[in-house]
């Protein structure tokens, strides 16, 4: 693996949300004060992927996002690079792109906008692969894709590739149960990332995440979580896992999750708007939103 033991692909890896100026550009700005405070609130590095909106940009905006997540984050923590695409080509060309401009690993979501089978599936996640040094992650991404990836499909690539060239973020229902198959199937072997937001996190855990990559607005209530279950104070996490869950339970879409985590990042002073790249499937009406700000109350003072 190219990282060294200060910077471990591990612990808690929050994607990032994309900051917009009022003209829908990039605000590169309260990006690097976006990233800034992740680190002083603990993570231990940060992902760019689905709710930074990547798929709402061009190839050229994906590239300058890459290029500045990098820039404002290697020095303290890792970069996780998201670079699915809808061609295998495409997704090679991110992936190159993420490893020249510095990122610690790649991570890759098979094509959205058609099913393919397995066979497909595997040649277009061992081109991403062949193409570039550095880790990548097999991420399952059901919910936006509609269609579970195959465990033995996973297992076949950890095998060819080993654990420190592939590793993985299953989100196949039913999570927990779909977590202990993988790590059965690969003898305990692969490196897993829990990707429910924290919503299945204390459970996941327990089956043997080294990871989890939730999102940014909640990253004050992730770290100290982590922190409980790794010292093993299961009355903390307990109480600090309630709230994140209900919290979570609300966010049923991807529009979803973006209209609740940039609220959160505005209320906590981190972004100057709400601003989501339409068309959007999802708005927050008041009541949702004080049901919102009740819930992160109650995580915020069960993680002090």
């Known amino acids: 693996m190219t990282n060294s ?43 760019m992927a689905m709710v930074s909106e990547t798929l709402r940009l061009d190839s050229e905006e994906r590239e300058q996002l ?11 923590g890792v970069v996780v690079i998201s670079v699915g695409a809808e061609s295998s080509k495409t997704a090679e060309r991110y992936a190159r792109h993420a490893e020249t401009v510095g990122a610690d690993a790649v991570m890759a979501i098979p094509p959205v906008s058609i099913g ?16 570039i040094r550095i880790p990548v992650i097999v991420q399952d991404a059901s919910g936006y894709v509609g269609k ?40 305990g072997r692969a490196r897993v990332f829990e990707g429910t937001g924290g919503i299945a996190l204390v459970d996941s855990f327990k089956r043997g995440v080294v990871g989890t990559m939730p999102g940014a607005d909640l990253i004050r209530g992730l770290v100290p979580l982590w922190n409980a279950l790794k010292s093993g104070d299961a009355g903390k996490a307990d ?31 981190i972004f100057k708007n709400t601003l989501v790249r339409g068309p959007v499937g999802f708005r927050l009406d008041d009541e949702t939103k004080g049901e919102v700000d009740r819930q992160f109350d109650r995580m915020i003072a069960a993680a002090q």
């Not at 393919?116 to 193409?131: C, D, F, N, P, V």
């Not at 996973?154 to 973020?169: D, I, S, T, W, Y």
């Not at 309630?242 to 906590?268: N, W, Y």
């Open 5 to 47: 033991p200060k910077h471990q692909l591990a612990g808690v890896l929050p994607v990032f949300q994309t900051p917009w100026l009022d003209d829908e550009t990039l605000d590169l700005e309260t990006l690097e004060r976006e990233i800034a405070w992740l680190y002083d609130c603990g993570a231990h590095g940060i992902v």
């Open 66 to 76: 890459a290029a500045a997540a990098c820039r404002f984050g290697k020095e303290r």
């Open 116 to 131: 393919i089978g397995e066979s497909e599936l595997l040649a277009y996640s061992t081109r991403i692969i062949q193409a």
């Open 148 to 187: 579970p990836m195959p465990i033995t499909m996973q297992a076949k690539l950890l095998e060819e590739f080993g654990p420190e060239r592939v590793q993985h973020k299953p989100e196949a229902s039913p999570i927990g149960p779909k977590l202990s198959e993988l790590r059965d199937a690969t003898q």
């Open 239 to 269: 109480r600090i896992h309630g709230p994140l869950a209900a919290l979570i339970s609300m966010q049923t879409s991807l529009d979803c999750f973006l209209a609740v985590e940039k609220h959160l990042l505005v209320r906590q002073g």
